[in-house]
């Protein structure tokens, strides 16, 4: 059997389907109507029964990133999860998604431009570092995270061509990251785009597409499904993705200005209303200038310095060896320092005496920081609304 003649015969059908729906007079349920041709397409034994086809919203490890809605997520149905689903809305965790699709009608360039801002939003949400894999003969490797794909995939053009498209790409990614950009693009009976590491070699994965990249156009007109088809089935066989673990998603870091950071006194409430506050992106970028500039210590020589020992059982943990920043830039004395009393009374209202027996443990970053919390004023927090 000639598989490029299959394929254009399905493309052919595709095409057709698509017409008939410019019959449907609701835009949101022809959009639907297109997305799920292609989900249609991609569930008749496409990909491995290990691939799941879905659509909804994928939650990233920091709180509140989330992307907007994909109209085709591919996810691990064999090991992942939906943290929510019902007919309509489905919320899948990062970990356990491949990639994404997004469905255009019509690829305008606004319609272009919308696409990638999604998938570089997607992207930037994906994990870092290794993934263990398993051998055989109880034995594991180490491999770097697979990073996700994003594609676009559109049923026609908009009164534009292929190399506009291009165009708008190129424009578009000399303001971007690589590792943010589309893997490929596909418009239905007329072409693709991606990317390009050497003259003839193809960049698929995402790993792949660094800034020495570039993205090429090329018209394969009825073989276009094919080759979207072909380059979605080899990304996916490609990745082996880590387990889900729904841990971090308990009680993850939040996202402040450019700084991930996790801890307590983070965020909390005033004292005389219910507003909730929280540490304002200037406070943190004042702590890790003022750090990086005074340099790191071993985490039991900060305990010292705060309390004149070590607490009592943590002589012999490792954790006391780390290196962590110090955030003291008023000098305060220990705990150990201050004299019997840790308190005075002003009007029957106790006060603590400034010191580093108060103290924030915080992760800026993926580094280790103590915050002296009677360094830090009111400025420092701001409203994020009430409770």
Not at 12 to 31: P, V, W
Request: proline share 5%; with cysteine; hydrophobic share 35%.
């Amino acid at each position: 059997m000639d598989t490029r003649t299959l394929f254009q015969k399905i493309s052919q059908k595709m095409h057709l389907d698509f017409e008939a729906s410019a019959g449907i007079k609701h835009s949101g349920s022809k959009g639907t109507f297109r997305e799920n041709t292609l989900r249609s397409f991609l569930s008749e034994g496409r990909l491995p029964s290990k691939y799941g086809i879905g659509s909804g919203e994928i939650v990233g490890r920091v709180r509140d990133t989330s992307s907007r809605q994909c109209d085709v997520v591919i996810y691990d149905h064999l090991n992942g999860v939906k943290l929510l689903y019902d007919d309509s809305i489905q919320v899948f965790p990062i970990d356990c998604v491949y990639g994404i699709i997004e469905v255009k009608s019509g690829l305008s360039k606004t319609e272009f431009i919308d696409s990638l801002e999604k998938i570089k939003v997607f992207k930037s949400m994906a994990p870092t570092g290794c993934v263990s894999q398993s051998i055989g003969g109880g034995f594991t490797v180490l491999h770097s995270r697979p990073q996700p794909f994003g594609i676009v995939f559109a049923y026609s053009l908009a009164g534009n061509s292929l190399n506009s498209l291009l165009d708008n790409l190129r424009e578009w990614e000399a303001k971007i990251p690589a590792a943010l950009w589309p893997n490929y693009v596909c418009v239905l009976n007329v072409g693709v785009i991606y990317h390009q590491g050497k003259v003839f070699e193809t960049c698929l994965d995402s790993d792949q597409i660094t800034d020495k990249s570039w993205p090429i156009a090329i018209n394969h007109e009825e073989d276009s499904l094919f080759k979207f088809y072909c380059a979605l089935h080899d990304m996916c066989a490609h990745m082996q993705l880590g387990p889900v673990e729904l841990t971090h998603y308990y009680d993850p870091p939040l996202q402040i200005g450019t700084y991930v950071v996790h801890g307590r006194g983070i965020e909390g409430t005033r004292p005389d209303n219910e507003e909730l506050i929280r540490i304002t992106e200037s406070a943190i970028c004042k702590i890790v200038s003022w750090c990086s500039t005074n340099g790191t210590m071993q985490y039991g020589d900060v305990l010292k310095n705060r309390f004149g020992s070590l607490p009592l059982g943590m002589e012999n943990m490792p954790q006391i060896n780390m290196d962590v920043f110090l955030y003291n830039p008023d000098n305060l004395p220990g705990m150990h320092q201050v004299g019997q009393s840790l308190f005075t009374i002003t009007d029957n209202n106790p006060t603590m005496v400034p010191c580093l027996a108060s103290a924030f443990e915080w992760i800026i970053d993926g580094k280790f920081y103590v915050v002296a919390s009677q360094s830090l004023t009111e400025k420092d927090y701001e409203n994020v609304g009430g409770l």
